[in-house]
């Protein structure tokens, strides 16, 4: 408990909670659109976005959320206004961002950028703008789901009965994917871009082994995701690891006992 005399550990433990909700109700739209992979590629690709901030001495964080939301667009663009199968068009973007963030690095005059806090997150240095930004994204994902809850609902499991019951699924999309973006690039200091997929998924694949309903995996995905968070930063203090890392692995422990658990439960139950 003394850790929370600091500054740094209770920001961390106030961004991680803004985080976990926002990562919790898109990741949930993720897993159930099945778009693991199209989070994949924006998360890759906002590392141009990152270099372009260092070359041209802006924010790496806005260059990064700028250059996210156009490769968002840009892989919808391509796959169904250019007939590019979707595969196609998410690997070109990732490989489009990375590639230029390593060239935009390289040609910064002066001293190389610290990028490991980026790729690998270091959550214990976020400032009171993150947090700023975190909560207001949370704040603003909540009311979104909130008051509009039922058309994400059926745009997310069957966009064709979404369109026969009067739901503007392209415009629900589009907004879906503006939000995926920005909630990657809002959680890049937490957890940094190599392991940013894994907190927009595990929680909800552990939340998805005990609830059906789309409400109550959103729910428990925050939870299991701020229980996640908060042990990994402890766990990284005592054993003085990346937190990022530390809370991944954390996460992906808690599906794994989850999933033993119920398991053995099963089986007991069969042998009675």
């Not at 590392?47 to 790496?60: A, K, N």
């Not at 196609?88 to 390593?102: E, P, Q, R």
Request: glycine fraction near 8%; aromatic fraction near 12%; proline fraction near 3%.
């Amino acid at each position: 408990m003394d850790l929370l005399q600091f500054d740094f550990f209770r920001n961390a433990l106030t961004g991680s909670v803004f985080t976990c909700v926002s990562c919790g109700i898109v990741g949930t739209y993720i897993v159930s659109r099945r778009l693991v992979f199209i989070s994949g590629g924006i998360t890759h690709a906002s590392f141009g976005g990152l270099g372009l901030g260092f070359y041209l001495g802006i924010s790496p964080i806005l260059s990064a959320l700028l250059f996210s939301i156009a490769s968002a667009f840009g892989v919808e663009w391509l796959s169904k206004r250019q007939d590019v199968r979707e595969d196609s068009a998410i690997a070109a973007f990732w490989a489009l961002g990375m590639a230029l963030g390593v060239i935009c690095i390289f040609l910064t005059p002066g001293y190389s950028p610290n990028i490991s806090a980026y790729l690998f997150g270091n959550i214990l240095t976020i400032t009171l703008s993150d947090i700023v930004f975190a909560g207001a994204l949370a704040f603003l994902l909540s009311i979104l789901f909130l008051f509009f809850f039922k058309p994400i609902l059926y745009t997310a499991f069957d966009p064709e009965f979404a369109k026969t019951q009067g739901v503007k699924v392209a415009l629900i999309e589009h907004l879906m994917m503006l939000a995926i973006a920005v909630t990657i690039v809002s959680s890049i200091r937490l957890i940094g871009i190599m392991l940013l997929m894994s907190l927009l998924t595990v929680p909800q694949m552990t939340a998805n082994l005990f609830a059906s309903r789309m409400q109550k995996i959103i729910l428990s995905s925050i939870g299991i995701g701020i229980a996640g968070c908060f042990s990994g930063l402890f766990l990284s203090y005592y054993l003085n690891v990346p937190s990022g890392a530390a809370i991944i692995f954390v996460q992906i422990l808690i599906f794994l006992l989850c999933k033993t658990a119920l398991f053995l439960r099963q089986k007991t139950i069969k042998r009675v």
